[in-house]
């Protein structure tokens, strides 16, 4: 009786985890308005930051698929009433309706532990994601935003065979931004450039790079290669559903915005977290060498609590700093100029989702400080890779949150990644979801080998 009631107790807080990135995802994703997306960002960091406290974070079973199907339902319902205000959410909800109805059909109506089934499920959603693009990549050119006219003047420098990182020019159209605000050089790292400058020249716009890399995305979760069990496919499909159909996804397409590529990278490593660590530190690597603020994912490996915590930190660290390389070495300066020091000598923005949305202007000092505080904190606990994730959602919060700018996107990229957490939670019992802390079986491709045992504090306990 009383181990009933400890794993009873032990499965209420592992609720009570999933939940929480469930809730933050939820709350970051679903305002635009300033101050009103500043109170979301504030509810969406303490639930992140405040999930570190719920307990001791084991995991005894896969439970999420009431949390994933609530999720997919309040996304959708709240996109469908800002339809009504909105008029181009409005028609491209007219058109995605029904896919996502015979989607959501896919769920109750058939088996989906049928590959079949999830094959459909990931062309449904897929074609949503490809239907928003046909209609309005077009329609919104060029778009509002400056990343745009940077991604396509990086593609028409490098079909001229010049440095992107010096000759890449794009002035901000924004009324928010100060005035006379130029990027010279192109401002992200070399990964992201290619896969926009790559999607401008083999597509005829960088936008597409978005779509692909979400298409991507909703691939991993569902995976429909495997076979696992009928609960557990129905919750990832959800879980794709909660994805695809959030209220602002038709922005961060047709805006350019960069933050789409790295989540499959992101999400890549954190299935492969324990069957083959090696390669998920290689995809964590790539996917930290796509965006500057990704560094802060540094501090979360470090103060992790696993046996392969340094290999991990050296490998990712190596991969990230390889891919920077190439255009480092052409021009130091120039690189340095475009990725590191713009970025940094920006002023606060009165428009964004953050705490500078309200004037504060915090000390750099302070923003760092406070995001390696939260990143040490939740990294001690160490675990599985769902936890990790939720781990680096909270870091990234609360850095966007104090720091001087935050927009819709990166909020958009924190609530993906948590809900990623409890993708990676649905999967542990699935082939490449193994997400326990890797051991020496894992390591040497043994997987299934051996089993750890439930009080096991680096990884997941058995189903």
């Known amino acids: 009786m009383t181990d009933l009631l400890n794993r009873s107790t032990i499965r209420e807080q592992w609720l009570a985890h999933q939940a929480a990135a469930v809730v933050a995802f939820l709350v970051l994703n679903l305002t635009i308005v300033v101050p009103i997306e500043v109170g979301a960002a504030v509810a969406g ?18 439970r999420a698929t009431t949390f994933a199907l609530a999720a997919a339902g ?56 490809v239907l928003i693009g046909v209609m309005w990549i077009p329609i919104v050119n060029p778009p509002f935003t400056d990343m745009f006219y940077l991604h396509e003047s990086a593609a028409e420098v490098i079909l ?16 928010f931004a100060p005035d006379g ?7 992200y790292p070399p990964l992201t450039m290619i896969a926009f400058a790559g999607s401008h020249i083999l597509l005829g716009d960088s936008r ?13 979760i569902i ?5 696992m069990a009928r609960r557990q496919a129905s919750a990832l499909i959800a879980l794709g559903l909660a994805f695809v159909f959030q209220p602002w996804v038709t922005l961060v397409i047709f805006n350019a915005w960069t933050d789409m590529i790295t989540l499959p990278l992101l999400l890549a490593g954190a299935l492969l977290w324990r069957r083959h660590p090696v390669l998920a530190a290689v995809m964590f690597g790539l996917a930290f060498g796509t965006k500057q603020y990704l560094i802060l994912a540094l501090p979360v490996m470090l103060a992790w609590n696993d046996n392969f915590r340094w290999k991990r930190v050296l490998i990712a660290a190596g991969v990230a700093a390889l891919t920077q390389l190439p255009f480092a070495l052409l021009d130091p300066r120039a690189f340095w100029d475009a990725t590191i020091a713009t970025g ?14 309200l004037g504060l202007d915090l000390p750099f000092w302070v923003v760092v400080g406070a995001s390696v505080a939260v990143a040490v904190w939740m990294g001690r606990a160490g675990g599985s890779s769902s936890r990790f994730l939720l781990a680096l959602s909270a870091t990234l919060s609360v850095a966007f949150l104090l720091g001087f700018q935050a927009f819709l996107n990166y909020w958009f990229f924190v609530g993906s990644v948590a809900l990623f957490a409890v993708v990676v939670s649905v999967s542990s019992g699935a082939p490449i979801g193994d997400v326990a802390a890797p051991n020496s079986a894992s390591r040497l491709g043994l997987v299934g080998a051996t089993r750890r045992p439930a009080t096991d504090p680096q990884g997941d306990p058995p189903p």
């Open 45 to 62: 960091t303490v639930v992140l930051v405040v999930s570190r406290l719920l307990g001791s974070w084991k995991e005894p079973g896969h």
């Open 74 to 129: 309040l996304l959708l319902t709240y996109g469908l009433l800002l339809a009504a205000m909105v008029p181009y959410i409005a028609v491209t909800m007219l058109f995605a309706v029904p896919l996502l109805l015979a989607t959501v059909l896919l769920i109750w109506r058939f088996n989906p532990e049928g590959r079949g089934v999830r094959w459909a499920a990931v062309g449904t959603l897929s074609a949503t994601l």
């Open 160 to 175: 001229e065979g010049r440095n992107p990182y010096t000759d890449a020019y794009s002035v901000s159209t924004n009324p």
């Open 181 to 187: 605000a130029e990027y010279v050089g192109y401002a």
């Open 208 to 220: 597409w790079a978005s779509v692909i890399a979400m298409m991507l995305v909703v691939v991993l």
């Open 223 to 227: 995976r429909p290669w495997e076979t």
């Open 344 to 357: 940094l000598s920006v002023p606060i923005r009165l428009d964004s989702s953050s705490l500078a949305g």
